[in-house]
């Protein structure tokens, strides 16, 4: 069953949906944003990219900014691992020198400004990641757009980055959460037959604002929503705010969260409630451990996530197989396409600088042009240097930016999960923006 909304409606949904990611609570104060590009000069002194360097034997820098520890290290291990592999399947492809450095979020704002900093100091032009939206807003506001930095996040969905007063330098492969909430809306009236419903989520504006945008969306169908009930991660015990949600028996609770929280939440409620009750997740708990780790079948339990189906995706799925021997995870066809585009329109500005990068950043994913997929990637890249209209399409989708560096459009995953362990596709919904 293949689903969409027009622009009208997403525009309704604009602004009421948080982010994807760890989420963060904290920021820092501004540091020091007087950065090199990699060429000597510092981001006020750069210039804009003129299509085609000309060169392909020069190098590309690349850094890559993922959570590989804290609380989304389970989903951002392979995030970052799908990430760096454009730099796998290009060796001795390509007459580009790729020089890569991977910095580590630890799932926190303060920790990730500072290896965002690193970055910078490294002459670092174009950076993927991060993946919590919380995190990405801090490492945005505070280092990379002060430095003249792009950055393109694989994971970070919040409509808030939209908005950002960015310098046209701030890119996402990930679809803003302002279809998540209609979707999880669609599912909860249409496939479970809903027409009560209460929320849990993680308090942080991931957590807060999606919540609010599936209300919205639920409501706006006819439904009610009885309790929204906020959580905090790394909980000892969630049994009071189960309790809670489930008061006035909703025909549906939506539970947006980590799965560091997860394990522990689910656990409590299949100890202590009835577990008959249907319940949604979203993109944050697509982890194919969490039946094994609950130690439950979790039959009761369904979710969105945004779906990798580019055409790129069948190549993809390969190469990443036989590179870390296992299935790729949520968002991991995102972060190759980040990079990848990345890399395409820094071999197309002709120098390692974040304005001249972001200046080309559109003009290599968005029609019209040679098509280029990630098993051509070595061909883009000479046919970028060289001047060529190129239009890259990904192993999560056709990757077309509007104005604001959002997809275009997306497709997203309605999945179960596999007692044992792994996820399963149920349905694939598709929104055009």
Do not use: H
Request: glycine share 12%.
């Amino acid at each position: 069953m293949i689903r969409g909304v027009g622009a009208a409606g997403i525009a309704g949904l604009a602004g009421c949906t948080g982010g994807g990611g760890d989420g963060g609570d904290d920021t820092t104060t501004a540091p020091d944003t007087t950065a090199a590009n990699g060429d000597g000069t510092t981001a006020a002194e750069t210039t804009t990219g003129g299509g085609g360097g000309g060169a392909a034997d020069r190098t590309l820098k690349q850094g890559v900014l993922l959570p590989t520890t804290g609380g989304l290290a389970d989903l951002g291990g392979p995030i970052r691992d799908a990430a760096v592999l454009p730099q796998v399947v290009l060796e001795g492809e390509t007459d580009f020198t790729l020089d890569f450095d991977v910095q580590d979020t630890q799932t926190d704002a303060n920790a990730a400004q500072s290896a965002a900093q690193s970055l910078r100091n490294g002459g670092y032009p174009a950076v993927t990641g991060a993946a919590s939206s919380e995190v990405s807003i801090a490492v945005y506001e505070n280092v990379f757009i002060p430095a003249g930095i792009t950055a393109c996040s694989p994971a970070s969905t919040s409509p808030d980055i939209t908005g950002l007063n960015d310098n046209d330098l701030i890119y996402r492969t990930a679809p803003t959460d302002a279809l998540q909430g209609q979707v999880l809306a669609d599912i909860a009236v249409n496939e479970l037959d809903a027409s009560t419903a209460a929320t849990m989520y993680v308090n942080n504006s991931y957590g807060q604002l999606l919540s609010e945008s599936f209300v919205s969306a639920f409501e706006d169908g006819g439904g009610q929503v009885n309790q929204q009930v906020s959580f905090q991660k790394g909980a000892s015990s969630y049994t009071s705010r189960l309790s809670q949600a489930l008061n006035d028996d909703p025909d549906v609770v939506v539970v947006i969260g980590y799965p560091e929280s997860g394990v522990q939440l689910f656990s409590d409620f299949y100890s202590e409630f009835d577990t008959d009750v249907p319940i949604l997740v979203t993109d944050g708990l697509r982890s194919s451990s969490l039946p094994a780790d609950v130690g439950q079948s979790m039959d009761n339990v369904t979710g969105t996530a945004p779906l990798a189906a580019g055409p790129g995706r069948e190549y993809f799925d390969e190469q990443f197989q036989n590179e870390y021997g296992s299935e790729p995870g949520v968002f991991t066809a995102q972060a190759f396409d980040a990079t990848a585009v990345c890399l395409l329109a820094n071999a197309r500005a002709g120098e390692n600088s974040g304005s001249a990068i972001a200046a080309e950043m559109r003009a290599v994913a968005n029609p019209e042009g040679e098509e280029v997929t990630p098993s051509t990637l070595a061909d883009g890249l000479a046919m970028a240097a060289e001047g060529t209209e190129i239009n890259y399409n990904g192993a999560s989708s056709a990757v077309a930016f509007d104005d604001n560096g959002d997809l275009r459009a997306a497709t997203y995953e309605y999945f179960g999960f596999e007692e044992g362990g792994g996820i399963e596709t149920i349905d694939q919904i598709e929104f055009s923006a």
